[in-house]
């Protein structure tokens, strides 16, 4: 166990809806990070918040947000959900920023119908 | 943009053999950390090892060592003894350049373990 929490484990939704993806760090871990696995692209970085605030953006689609509240958790936002957009989306958080090393959820596995 | 390559999307061994996983990656820093993770079917991502670029020994955890060569920035992962259990994607990542703090995956290589 990571100590990373992740909800919900699975979504099954329709195209155009929107979901929230919830995710609670591990205790003492300031930095949250979120990643989209799909099949052809791998691992993507979506985003990091460190404390509340952003920290990095990579290849996010703006109809994608996030944010992390005071007490650290974060949620991820899909709005206008596409077929493509049907992935493993993992949250992940650090103590130590320098050394990179992350700690993952078991992820939310989204299904766009 | 920074980037890290595995060559081997699949890769078998016997149990109790050993297999090694190659990575090589891109960066223009001078000190960073290299990382190896395992995603089981469970699907949850598990750190395997991870390697300093200033330290030139290299990491071992158990079972699991690692090759590196800083020069030619090859990052590979040797599986000594290998169990069922190995049998997972594997991962090597490097957090990318320019201060940013997030990880940059490879394509990842799924290891079969055959009994």
């Known amino acids: 166990d990571s100590g990373v929490t992740q909800t919900p484990k699975h979504l099954i939704t329709a195209t155009g809806q929107r979901v929230t993806l919830r995710c609670s760090p591990r205790?003492?871990?300031?930095?949250v990070y979120w990643y989209q696995q799909s099949l052809d692209q791998g691992l993507q970085f979506l985003i990091q918040?460190?404390?509340?605030?952003?920290?990095a953006k990579g290849n996010i689609l703006e109809r994608f947000s996030a944010q992390q509240f005071p007490d650290l958790h974060s949620e991820l936002n899909l709005s206008s959900l596409e077929l493509g957009d049907s992935a493993l989306y993992f949250c992940a958080s650090s103590l130590d920023p320098y050394t990179g090393e992350l700690f993952f959820g078991e992820g939310s596995r989204l299904t766009v119908l | 943009a920074q980037t890290v390559t595995q060559s081997q999307p699949e890769m078998s061994v016997q149990e109790a053999e050993t297999v090694t996983l190659s990575c090589t990656y891109d960066t223009s820093e001078s000190d960073y950390y290299l990382f190896w993770y395992k995603q089981p079917p469970s699907r949850q991502m598990i750190l395997v090892i991870r390697q300093e670029a200033y330290k030139q020994q290299n990491a071992t955890e158990n079972r699991f060592s690692v090759n590196f060569q800083k020069a030619a920035k090859s990052f590979s992962l040797k599986i000594s003894d290998s169990q069922l259990g190995d049998a997972a994607m594997y991962f090597c990542a490097t957090p990318s350049q320019g201060g940013s703090e997030k990880l940059v995956f490879g394509k990842g290589t799924k290891l079969t373990v055959n009994p």
């Open positions: 205790s003492g871990d300031l930095s």
């Open positions: 918040y460190y404390n509340g605030e952003e920290r």
